[in-house]
Antibody, heavy 121, light 105 residues
Framework: EVQLVESGGGLVQPGRSLKLSCAAS????????MAWVRQAPKKGLEWVAT????????YYPDSVKGRFTISRDNAKSSLYLQMNSLKSEDTATYYC??????????????WGQGVMVTVSS | DIVLTQSPALAVSLGQRATISCRAS??????MHWYQQKSGQQPKLLIY???NLASGVPARFSGSGSGTDFTFTIDPVEADDIATYYC????????FGAGTKLELK
């Protein structure tokens, strides 16, 4: 059974940093691209980052580029999101998700249960 | 950025057909996917590549379209289908529609 379990969320002050983790199991982690998607309270979904199977390629929307860094450790079947210079608008539930390749015709086929990040003084 | 436009809500009766539309600001070919999100849960992939049913998803769900206009259908609607439905494009980065909340009439 595919499982994705996020951790590392919490309350953080504006301007500070936080690192999220996602532990994967039930599939060959190194064969899949991985992504982070967030959802602000009562709002829709926003893609935050994607990383290739080897970790050599990363992709971000302009809203987080330069502040967030996605990484992975295939030996540990783990995905990470380093978030720096956090702003109140980064407050959201953060999901990790699995997908096949960047772009193309496949969606995000498995999602974790999400972890809450609150940016507030 | 490619903007996806969905109507905010749809009211439907149990046993009837529900049709949700998603319009893209530019062509995404067939790189369109549909998700279901129930209250307090993570999203679930239902349709990928505009019209392909994801693994384990009932055949009551279907998708169609290409280019800029896409349709997601549930027929017949069951009580368990009450949720918010999102379209997502993967033609140019990834963007989601704002979601359509399916409600009972």
């Amino acid at each position: 059974e595919v499982q994705l379990v996020e951790s590392g969320g919490g309350l953080v002050q504006p301007g500070r940093s936080l690192k999220l983790s996602c532990a994967a199991s039930g599939f060959t982690f190194s064969n899949y691209y991985m992504a982070w998607v967030r959802q602000a309270p009562k709002k829709g979904l926003e893609w935050v980052a994607t990383i290739s199977t080897s970790g050599s390629r990363t992709y971000y929307p302009d809203s987080v580029k330069g502040r967030f860094t996605i990484s992975r450790d295939n030996a540990k079947s783990s995905l990470y999101l380093q978030m720096n210079s956090l702003k109140s608008e980064d407050t959201a539930t953060y999901y990790c998700a699995r997908h096949e390749g960047y772009g193309g015709y496949s969606g995000f086929d498995y999602w974790g249960q999400g972890v809450m990040v609150t940016v507030s003084s | 950025d490619i903007v996806l436009t969905q109507s905010p809500a749809l009211a439907v009766s149990l046993g009837q057909r529900a049709t949700i539309s998603c319009r893209a600001s530019e062509s995404v070919r067939s790189s369109m996917h549909w998700y279901q999100q129930k209250s307090g849960q993570q999203p679930k992939l239902l349709i990928y590549g505009a019209s392909n049913l994801a693994s384990g998803v009932p055949a009551r769900f279907s998708g169609s379209g290409s280019g800029t206009d896409f349709t997601f259908t549930i027929d017949p609607v069951e009580a368990d289908d009450i949720a918010t439905y999102y379209c997502q494009q993967s033609r140019n980065d990834y963007t989601f529609g704002a979601g359509t909340k399916l409600e009972l009439k």
